[in-house]
């Protein structure tokens, strides 16, 4: 992902490659890897949580508002995303829309 910043968007904090998420089933992962969804049981992760120990703020966001960077290239990113989480099914309406509408 050249020309693509990930960041926590409430605190700034930058995963490392070798950060990690753990899913409700029990599978752990680095969430920016497959774009929030778990590659075990396909759990779509639409918020992410800022990891603490590591140094971020503990919080959760919106998983696609931690992309930064072109605004065309974040777009396709954000676009490709959400048409593999089946953007109708899995996001609440009003946040395909916010996403959608950029
Ligand atoms: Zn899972
Ligand atoms: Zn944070």
């Not at 070798?18 to 409700?24: A, F, H, L």
């Not at 992962?29 to 503990?58: A, L």
């Amino acid at each position: 992902m050249d020309n693509i910043d990930i960041y926590c968007p409430k605190c700034q904090w930058e995963p490392a490659e070798d950060s990690e998420w753990m899913c409700e089933c029990g599978h752990v992962w680095n969430t920016f890897d497959t774009g929030g969804r778990c590659p075990s049981c396909k759990k779509v992760w639409d918020h992410t949580q800022c990891i603490g120990p590591e140094g971020g703020c503990d919080q959760w966001s919106p998983h696609l508002d931690w992309y930064h960077g072109l605004e065309e290239i974040v777009r396709k990113l954000k676009e490709e995303i959400l048409e593999d989480w089946g953007v109708e099914v899995l996001v609440p309406a009003e946040v395909g829309e916010r996403y959608l509408d950029k």
